[in-house]
């Protein structure tokens, strides 16, 4: 009852001039539920799938690489459209990208051709960048002193996320014989072709014409020292949470664990990152951004501690689960943050400037995730993940 009385009154928090916020949230979950699932996927198969078709082991974990890429390179243009023809053509191009990735996955899986699926994974990038912006949509729908709560509601869908992905591998993974994953791929195209269907009835303004060009140089916005920190700690706490997730499926598998573990650890993780997003907002609201961002910091350093611990199954599902729940205090305290930077004509540029460090950041992590789990084990990959922390930290602790 709860959840039903929090969107009521995010509803009667919309401007006046503004009908749909109740159903634009609405469809905005939703479609955070059912695109989450893609990111699942590829998170749950890319590694152990790039290991299958490699042509060296060093490159297993790139097409997961190439997926943060794909959110970094397309994060600019999925704004310049947002900012040109509104948000919903962004959106519905994003769930293109989606299927796409599905049906491209699907074939490569078929055909045993790495560099394929490889650019699957980048189309699922894509569509990753435009489903990420679901948060700032709904900001757009209610009043200042409610975003945080909008935002950390809409993120919320992604508790739905984190069950379909991985019980959608878990009972396709061996449909297809003998392309493992093949139906998978093909199951993920469907899932964004619903979310397409989900997000067609979303309405919000388009984007007045002095929106376009009005509002301060992006060079001043960015150099505010609040800004700065907001983006220090969003790309800690994103690129911590890729730079382990990417490597943990790949670990647990050379730690002689089985798929379906890895499934099920990466279902934990995913509902940790998103569920606190019921209560997110309201903390925000009470504690302020910096407090929260900085305990989510302190659980990623944890749940690299627990990692360290031990290797067998508990371990790894306690280290995922804590790096879910780190990375969703961190993020969404993050963007909170930035959202106190720009005013209402600048939200655009802004926004999606924000993401494209954050995600650009991120893809390098990626990259090095990989080659430090192949190179020197899971225990070094932990240990790499306290400098950025000890980073992060100082920058908040300085701005306060």
Request: glycine share 10%.
């Amino acid at each position: 009852m709860s959840d039903i009385a929090d969107n009521e009154s995010l509803a009667a928090a919309a401007p006046a001039h503004y009908d749909f916020a109740r159903s634009n949230i609405a469809r905005l979950t939703i479609a955070q539920a059912l695109a989450g699932a893609n990111s699942v996927v590829i998170f749950a198969t890319g590694a152990v799938t790039g290991d299958m078709l490699a042509p060296s082991p060093a490159l297993a974990t790139l097409p997961i690489s190439l997926f943060v890429v794909g959110m970094a390179a397309c994060t600019l243009p999925a704004g310049a459209i947002a900012q040109r023809s509104g948000r919903r053509a962004a959106f519905m191009i994003g769930a293109g990208c989606g299927v796409l990735a599905g049906l491209l996955a699907a074939i490569a899986v078929v055909i045993s051709s790495f560099w394929m699926f490889c650019l699957s994974t980048f189309f699922g990038g894509a569509y990753a960048a435009v489903v990420l912006s679901f948060r700032f949509a709904a900001a757009d729908c209610v009043r200042a002193e409610a975003r945080p709560r909008a935002l950390s509601f809409v993120m919320a869908g992604g508790v739905f996320a984190g069950v379909l992905g991985p019980q959608m591998v878990t009972h396709t993974m061996h449909l297809w014989q003998p392309y493992l994953f093949s139906a998978t791929f093909v199951g993920q195209a469907l899932v964004a072709a619903l979310s397409a269907l989900v997000l067609a009835g979303v309405r919000l303004p388009r984007p007045a014409v002095q929106a376009r060009t009005t509002g301060r140089p992006l060079r001043q916005i960015v150099s505010q020292r609040q800004f700065i920190t907001a983006v220090i700690c969003g790309v800690v706490s994103y690129l911590l949470m890729n730079f382990l997730m990417t490597a943990a499926p790949l670990a647990m598998k050379f730690c002689g664990l089985s798929q379906e573990s890895a499934n099920l650890g990466l279902q934990w993780h995913v509902i940790a990152m998103y569920a606190p997003s019921f209560f997110t907002g309201a903390l925000i609201s009470r504690f302020g951004a910096a407090r929260v961002v900085m305990a989510g910091l302190i659980l990623t350093g944890a749940s690299a501690i627990v990692g360290l611990l031990g290797v067998d199954v508990a371990h790894f599902w306690l280290t995922l689960i804590l790096l879910g729940i780190g990375w969703n205090f961190g993020f969404v305290g993050a963007s909170a943050m930035v959202l106190e930077c720009h005013r209402p004509e600048e939200k655009a540029r802004v926004q999606s400037f924000n993401d494209f460090v954050v995600f650009g950041t991120m893809a390098v992590g990626s990259f090095l995730s990989g080659g430090l789990l192949n190179s020197f084990g899971w225990d070094v990959v932990l240990w790499a993940s306290f400098a950025p922390l000890a980073l992060a930290l100082i920058a908040l602790r300085c701005d306060q």
